[in-house]
């Protein structure tokens, strides 16, 4: 290889992984903000502050939802390996929000523990199978693993 | 001489000669996996058992993510090699690329904003995926525009290929980014390792999707490189011969 090229590859990949090291610092440096939401284990652990905005994410318990007959509040636990959170929302959930799946919340976490949520969306896994695959694996208890499994940052 | 055949990939004559050859069958395999992967995957794949229905956007919206990912990678490896041999050829397929790319992740934002709605409850989410898929969308477009604003050809080839290359990180961070950060969007159900956690029968015709628009990447690349050919090289009496009508002075180089 010529040395004029030689040294100008030497010269493009400086660059490629020179920017690659400082954006990658940079992203680094910013990852408690890039992360969408904070896990229950957290709360559990009183790392999250209280009264301001913030998310949450974590599997919906099953079992916990509990639904007022005579409006449209609900209340569910949202769980992973180490933490509990509860959940107080009053509106319409989004179609694929069921006990046993990964669900976002957005809200504000209150002194009395409870966290109130004025937006539920739903993480969807990704699993994708027909109906008759899903029943053959046994859905219920396929859930509750996929809860007991929810383990967020890896 | 062991590097010649590498210079002679470099020739923009050798290339439009020789594409116009690949051109007769890349054109009918591109539309035959296209079709296949979409009849296949939008009207006889099974429902999801969660999604139903909306799953099905997956045919159009994880393939051309795939794709943009990886045609940046070829862009930016085209202004690498373009800004280190000083080869004309893979600048000008640099300059090609980046509205291909541009156009795919336009369509991969768009088609996940659709599915977003039903599935996750809401459009756009600053999630880590969707806001560094934002930033690939602008590196292309920023690429683009970059290659239009300079006077001479050769600056804006020069700022084009650093721009790409700083860009690179970009890519290995899409595509870990639901796996570092607690996001909203699922991960990978393809895994390149393991198994996929995507039933066979959806998986076959999503495969042929990716092919499909790997295919129709590689088209649009050939296409709008062959026409930054003959612009750049208009003056070349092979291209005067080529098209003795389009330019005067092609008429008396070939009398």
Known sequence: MHPVRKQRLFIVLAIVALSSLAIGLLVYALSENINLFYPPAKFSANEVPRDVRVRAGGCVEPGSVVRESDSLQVSFWLVDGSGRLKVSYDGILPDLFAEGEAAVVNGAWEHDDVFYADQVLAKHDENYMPPEVAEAMNNGEKHQATCEEAKYGS | MAWQWFHRLGSPRWFYEKSNRWLTWLIPLTLVLLATGFIWGLAFAPIDAK??????????????????????????????????????????????????????????????????????????????????????????????????????????????????????????????SVDWWYSLHQPASIKFTGESSIYSSMLYPLLISVLGYYCLFSLALILYTRHEILVREARTKWVKDLLPLHSKGGRSASL
């Open chain 2, 51 to 176: 999604q139903g229905n909306s799953y099905r956007i997956i045919f159009i919206h994880m393939p051309a993510a795939v794709v943009a990912l990886a045609g940046y990678y070829v862009m930016a490896i085209a202004g690498g090699i373009g800004l280190i041999w000083r080869m004309k050829l893979p600048l000008m397929m640099m300059k090609s690329a980046a509205p291909v790319g541009a156009v795919l992740t336009a369509l991969t934002l768009i088609t996940g904003s659709l599915w977003g709605h039903p599935t996750w409850g809401t459009f756009w989410e600053w999630d880590a995926r969707n806001i560094f898929m934002l930033i690939l969308l602008f590196l292309y477009l920023g690429i683009v525009l970059l290659g239009s604003v300079y006077p001479s050809r050769d600056a804006a080839d020069k700022a084009c290929a650093l721009l790409a290359l700083v860009g690179t990180v970009n890519v290995p961070i899409i595509y870990k």
